[in-house]
């Protein structure tokens, strides 16, 4: 399975979260005109009912059913994957991409939002990789994909609480593929940089800007690096290629600069 893999359209089924907008919407959109039928879960309903229509039009020949669900919480994981198998679904593809974002020191986060953001992230995340990934071996094989974030390389003041669910996620991804490479399921962490969706909180104005100048990249072409880099059984991507470059200078940073940013970034905190 080192390249896109070949099949009949609604012969395989792709499972989404946080698909009803940016980058998860991308992904059901390009997984269904891949031909996979898509499950995708998120949990604004109305707004997953519009994207679930949207993801349907882009290739007649798949099927498309949608559950919103809250996936931060203790026993989201288990409940989505009894779901997935009282409704006969096989899942051949898993797209862990639903996430929180958030820009604030730890003293000022709520405990209940430290405690979504970590189960979110991190344990349902995993579990679903756990039952999933079980799953998939027990068919012949699969693919997980697990959104961790370029944040990792970027611990400061601020992300703290993102940045290091986001490591666990990339960590986690890398040495679980080793785990279930031989039973046929593949595990790719991608780490993308600034994406140009709401998720930050970002105006579409400046999200505009963002992406004329580089510094941003489109929901469209994160999914589309990414779900290659799946389909080649990458471990671990960072999309935009001279985001990498940067790795080195991110944690470099520490000292005047650090202060200086610290103080700068402080009014966009919330």
């Known amino acids: 399975m080192s390249r896109r893999d070949v099949f009949a359209a609604g012969e395989r089924t792709a499972l989404v979260t946080g698909a009803s907008r940016g980058i998860g919407r991308c992904y059901a ?10 499950v995708m879960v998120a949990v604004d309903g109305e707004q997953l009912a519009q994207a679930a229509d949207e993801v349907r039009a882009a290739n007649a020949s798949v099927w498309v059913r949608w559950l919103s669900k809250d996936l931060a919480t203790s026993t989201a ?31 000022d986060t709520p405990v209940e939002r430290i405690c979504r953001i970590i189960m979110l992230h991190d344990i349902t995340a995993t579990i679903l990789c756990r039952q999933f990934a079980a799953d998939m071996a027990s068919r012949g094989g699969g693919r997980i994909l697990n959104m961790s974030s370029y944040s990792i390389w970027m611990p400061y003041p601020g992300l703290s609480l993102y940045s ?33 969706t709401d998720l930050y909180g970002l105006p579409r104005r400046w999200q505009k800007i963002g992406l004329r100048l580089g510094v941003l990249m489109s929901p469209e072409s994160c999914a589309r690096r990414s779900l290659k880099a799946m389909w080649r059984g990458r471990r671990c ?22 202060r200086w940013l610290r103080n700068f970034t402080m009014p966009f905190q919330k």
Do not use: H
Request: include cysteine; hydrophobic fraction near 55%; aromatic fraction near 12%.
């Open 29 to 38: 959109l390009q997984l269904a005109q891949a031909g996979y039928n898509v």
């Open 77 to 107: 994981a288990e409940e989505l994957f009894a779901w997935v198998k009282a409704e006969g679904i096989d899942v051949d593809v898993l797209i862990n991409n639903a996430g929180i974002f958030s820009f604030c020191d730890i003293l």
């Open 164 to 196: 290091a669910s986001k490591a666990y996620l990339k960590s986690f991804s890398v040495a679980f593929s080793k785990e279930v490479r031989e039973v046929g399921v593949t595990v790719t962490a991608v780490c993308p940089a600034g994406i140009a």
């Open 237 to 258: 991507i960072v999309p935009d290629w001279w985001f990498r470059l940067l790795i080195p200078f991110c944690r470099m940073v520490s000292g005047p600069v650090m």
